[in-house]
């Protein structure tokens, strides 16, 4: 009886990790957080994060995981909606992004922007 109550609490216990990891699975898929610009190329100039902060150019991105999002810059705060790795704004514009473990790249004509979580 012992051994039949210990192999039936393991299983229970397995599958409540199992349940665990599924549920908070969903929510590390895609770039859903906060991420701060750290460096910026635009029109064969560069900018590091301690260039960006001289200027006082603090750029952040968020990504919800409802597939919405705000890009806050300079104090004015812009919507946006991303599937995939495409940003749309809420004036119609694309741009693409790539994400790399807690670094998410943003690439448009005029340049790229690298954040970091």
Do not use: H, Q
Not at 21 to 33: F, I, R, Y
Not at 47 to 63: V, W
């Amino acid at each position: 009886m012992k051994r039949t109550m210990k192999i039936l609490m393991s299983t229970l216990l397995i599958v409540c990790l199992l349940a665990c990891l599924v549920a908070c699975g969903g929510s590390s898929k895609g770039p859903s957080g906060k991420y701060t610009l750290v460096s910026m190329d635009a029109d064969g100039m560069s900018m590091d994060a301690e260039m960006l902060k001289s200027l006082g150019l603090e750029i952040t991105i968020e990504f919800n995981s409802d597939g919405t999002g705000t890009l806050d810059m300079a104090g004015e705060s812009e919507s946006f909606e991303w599937k995939d790795n495409k940003i749309t704004s809420s004036n119609g514009g694309e741009m693409t992004f790539v994400l790399d473990g807690n670094t998410l790249t943003i690439s448009e004509d005029e340049g790229t922007m690298v954040f970091e979580k």
